[in-house]
């Protein structure tokens, strides 16, 4: 069965904290995705990747497909990066996103 | 481009009405997606659709239909509405199958059954 498990489920930290999410999956996968949604419920496509790490700004998204684990991170955190970080799964030959449950972050001024 | 675009925003339904839920997008992208999201659980897929003409069911199909007659348009019907279908209900596009394009969501449709 394909399944996605982050960690933590809720995360509060100081604003300018160094912020790591988790994220772990059962099989092999073609990518994986990290979302993000905002209190007012939009979500939004940070990264896709399939290898590596990427960056854009201050997060940062590793996986490593050995141990089927990937990381979200946010430098320097600020307030307005509170939000809901969902990971998602998808699979060769399959059109559909397995989702993890989330992360709630909330970032105090 | 307005994206993906969802309507209503907010809707109460009483048990057994029926309702259709509107989602387009302008991207011209082929595959569509309708998503549940229900408090501390991750999004689960509905149905999806392939293409004009094409659709098929995902994880939690029951008590909902679709139709996909344009490439634009991917409207959700609920017979016979049910208190286990409150939810928030998201409707996604992509130019091709999850595995290899981001999804693009639309703004989410919130819906309480009474």
């Given at each position: 069965k394909n399944e996605v498990e982050q960690s933590p489920q809720n995360l509060t930290a100081q604003e300018g904290e160094f912020i790591t999410i988790n994220c772990s999956y059962s099989v092999g996968i073609s990518a994986l995705?990290?979302?993000?949604?905002?209190p007012g419920g939009g979500i939004v496509s940070l990264f896709m990747l399939s290898s590596g790490k990427k960056k854009h700004g201050r997060l940062i998204a590793t996986i490593?497909?050995?141990?089927?684990?990937?990381?979200?991170h946010i430098t320097a955190s600020h307030p307005r990066d509170s939000a809901v970080y969902i990971c998602a799964a998808s699979y060769f030959g399959n059109e559909k996103l397995t989702f993890g449950t989330g992360t709630r972050l909330t970032i105090i001024p | 481009n307005a994206g993906v675009t969802q309507t209503p925003k907010f809707r109460i339904l009483k048990i057994g009405q029926s309702m259709t839920l509107q989602c387009a997008q302008d991207m011209n992208h082929n595959y569509m997606y309708w998503y549940r999201q229900d408090p501390?659980?991750?999004?689960?897929?509905?149905?999806?659709?392939?293409?004009?003409?094409?659709?098929?069911?995902?994880?939690?199909?029951?008590?909902?239909?679709?139709?996909?007659?344009?490439?634009e348009d991917f409207p959700l019907r609920l017979e016979l509405a049910a208190p286990s279908q409150t939810s928030v209900y998201f409707c996604a596009s992509n130019v091709a199958g999850g595995s290899y394009n981001e999804q693009f969501f639309g703004p989410g449709t919130r819906l309480t059954v009474l």
């Open positions: 995705h990290w979302l993000q949604q905002h490593n497909i050995q141990e089927k684990h990937s990381s979200l | 501390g659980m991750g999004l689960k897929l509905i149905y999806y659709s392939v293409g004009a003409g094409i659709t098929d069911k995902g994880e939690v199909p029951n008590g909902y239909n679709v139709s996909r007659s344009t490439t």
